[in-house]
């Protein structure tokens, strides 16, 4: 039997590969975005707790309703916003549950994507799965800043979607008050509306403050924002990401969120709506990882390897032109055996492989990690 591909030039994802070949010769993986540290032994009892008390059957297809009322109030009480618990937040199975669902429910053949590069890798699979014609603006080192310029040529009546993602994955940039003013200004009088990854929203350094499209009701009207607790709490593989957006937008959403996974992991979401009480935890998170950053790269000072700005997330990219010139995949390959240190190569993030000679550390890691990675990368 032969099966024609929906999607012929997909093939493992680089984080596969990479971790693959991190667990093959024995590497410190600095490659894929999970933390090596403990989750909060409380969140871990909260979820015992609830399993315990028999909350272990199918949640409500939108969530808790616990744990989305809490979400309404963290938003509101962070960018003033007001959602409904009821009508305009979703719970879901991870945040590229909340991606592919988005793009599930605008795209249509022939409708057109903007598509900022280097990009999450889940984006550009989904708008071509179902018909869609990514429209490209790349982002170039070193400070990947957005040229609204170009993203208005790119503009047209089929324009259905633009896709945000701040803080920035892979380059760790983020979006700043003028970047605001110009995606208002391109989209008003428009029906384009918006995908805004804020995955990383909790993870902000250098005294910036997040640019949620939640901020601003100009675009919040036409905005679904996807969030997660994995990057939040530490529990990547929890899987719980959310959705917040108009009530219109969200009767969409819903109408083929039934249909994945229909409900999300019930024990967990009733612990995650405890544990969203202890404010301190997510406010005091952009000064964890901004020591992390800061340990990281004073580290790397003694190395070949050039830091490049990171003001969010939890990945550092690093310029290796003064080491190699091999390809980033080929350098990364390299590092990995011969150097025992495994990081992401991002012209995999460009539909044209377009190769800066840099690659994506992830500090999200304990201090000794770093300081072993960092060792070894210093002899190179």
């Known amino acids: 039997m032969k099966l024609e591909s929906k999607l012929p030039q997909v093939g493992v994802t680089i984080f596969t590969v990479m971790t693959d070949l991190s667990n093959r010769y024995d590497a410190i993986n600095l490659s894929q975005g999970f933390p090596d540290f403990d989750v909060h032994p409380e969140l871990v009892k909260l979820v015992l707790k609830y399993m315990n008390s028999g909350k272990n059957q199918y949640a409500p297809m939108p969530g808790v309703m616990e744990l989305r009322n809490k979400i309404s109030q963290k938003i509101h009480d962070l960018y003033g916003a007001v959602y409904s618990p009821e009508k305009e937040i979703t719970v879901t199975s991870g945040a590229t549950e909340s991606l592919f669902i988005v793009i599930a429910t605008i795209i249509r053949p022939d409708d057109e994507v903007i598509i900022f590069e280097p990009a999450y890798d889940a984006y550009l ?17 070193p400070g990947y800043q ?87 709490y530490h529990t990547t593989g929890w899987k719980i990401g959310y959705c917040s957006a108009p009530e219109s937008l969200t009767n969409e959403f819903r109408r083929i969120k039934q249909f994945t996974t229909f409900a999300t992991n019930t024990p967990i979401q009733y612990a995650y709506s405890e544990f969203l009480d202890r404010k301190e935890l997510y406010l005091n998170l952009p000064d964890f990882y901004q020591k992390k950053r800061d340990t990281f790269l004073s580290l790397m000072e003694s190395s070949r390897f050039t830091a490049l700005s990171c003001h969010g997330t939890y990945f550092n990219m690093m310029g290796y032109s003064s080491i190699s010139d091999e ?54």
Request: hydrophobic share 35%; proline share 6%; charged share 30%.
């Open 146 to 232: 957005i040229d609204w310029n170009e993203v208005k040529d790119k503009i047209s009546s089929k324009t259905k979607l633009i896709i945000i993602n701040s803080p920035h994955n892979p380059t760790g940039s983020v979006l700043i008050p003028e970047d605001i003013s110009a995606l208002i200004e391109l989209t008003n009088g428009t029906d384009v509306l918006i995908l805004s990854d804020e995955v990383y929203e909790h993870i902000i350094y250098d005294g910036l403050k997040h640019e949620s499209m939640c901020r601003y009701p100009e675009l919040r009207e036409r905005s679904f924002v996807i969030s997660s607790f994995g990057k939040t």
């Open 327 to 380: 390809s980033d995949i080929e350098f990364s390959k390299r590092l990995i055996i011969e150097h025992g240190v495994a990081a992401i190569p991002p012209s995999v993030f460009y539909n044209d492989g377009k190769d800066y000679k840099t690659l994506r550390f992830c500090f999200a890691k304990k201090d000794q990690t770093l300081e072993k990675a960092a060792e070894r990368l210093c002899k190179i």
């Open 125 to 141: 699979p989904v708008v071509r799965l179902f018909g869609g014609n990514p429209r490209f603006m790349q982002l170039k080192p």
